[in-house]
């Protein structure tokens, strides 16, 4: 299948400070992008839709001047955790759609991205 | 919210056959019935997907009922490595967000 790459794996950073969490799809141009975020023992939640050249789309309840997604081309999306608290510690995961046809309208993910806030 | 519902756990002996029942009763007629996978600590792998034919690739085989409103998932020979939790997702098959549920817990034993 499709592969999408997610980095870092982890991260730890202080409280206050920004955190960019990248996502790539390496082998097929992605014109839409979501990032999701789990907390332990809860399924997974969407928090935005990326859309190359254009802004994202957030879920409700999810602050925009706090996780800033930037999708400036169609292979690349970054999520940026501005001014981060103990409470934004989470699961980060980022899927990518590969689109019709022999592509077969499949949402592919990454490992996702472990934050941790001291 | 999801619009699927799963069992929350089973168990199934190592080298038998996993079938993991999915009910998505009011699915539409364009919607897909889409299977995904999580392994503790990873994101999301992608098992199938089906419209309304039974379909089967390497890893899994997908079995949806005529009138579509429920499908099972069947991992012909489980292994300890197809411990996981299993979830079935209804989706349009467009670049569009993907609803989880909570699941079905699968764990595989010797």
């Not at chain 2, 009138?67 to 996981?84: E, F, G, N, Y």
Request: aromatic share 8%; net charge positive; proline share 4%.
């Amino acid at each position: 299948g499709a592969v999408v790459s997610q980095h870092p794996s982890r991260v730890i950073c202080k409280s206050g400070t920004s955190v960019k969490i990248e996502c790539r799809s390496l082998d097929f141009q992605a014109t839409t992008m979501f990032w999701y975020r789990q907390f332990p023992k809860q399924s997974l939640m969407l928090m935005a839709t990326s859309n190359e050249g254009s802004k994202a789309t957030y879920e409700q309840g999810v602050e925009k001047d706090k996780f800033l997604i930037n999708h400036a081309s169609l292979t690349l999306s970054t999520l940026t955790v501005t001014s981060a608290h103990p409470e934004d510690s989470s699961f980060y995961i980022c899927s990518a759609f590969t689109g019709g046809l022999l592509a077969k309208n499949i949402q592919y993910f990454g490992a996702g991205t472990r934050l941790s806030v001291l | 919210d999801a619009k699927t519902t799963q069992p929350p756990s089973m168990d199934c002996a190592e080298g038998r056959a996993a079938n993991l029942p999915c009910n998505h009763s009011t699915i539409s007629g364009n919607e897909y019935v889409y299977w995904y996978r999580q392994i503790h600590s990873q994101g999301p792998q992608y098992i199938i997907h089906g419209l309304k034919n039974n379909e089967t690739n390497e890893m899994a085989s997908l079995i949806i009922t005529e009138d579509r409103k429920s499908s099972t998932l069947i991992l012909p020979h489980a292994t300890l490595r197809d411990t996981a939790v299993y979830y079935c997702i209804e989706g349009r098959g467009t670049a569009s967000k993907l609803t989880f549920g909570t699941g079905t817990r699968l764990q595989v034993t010797l």
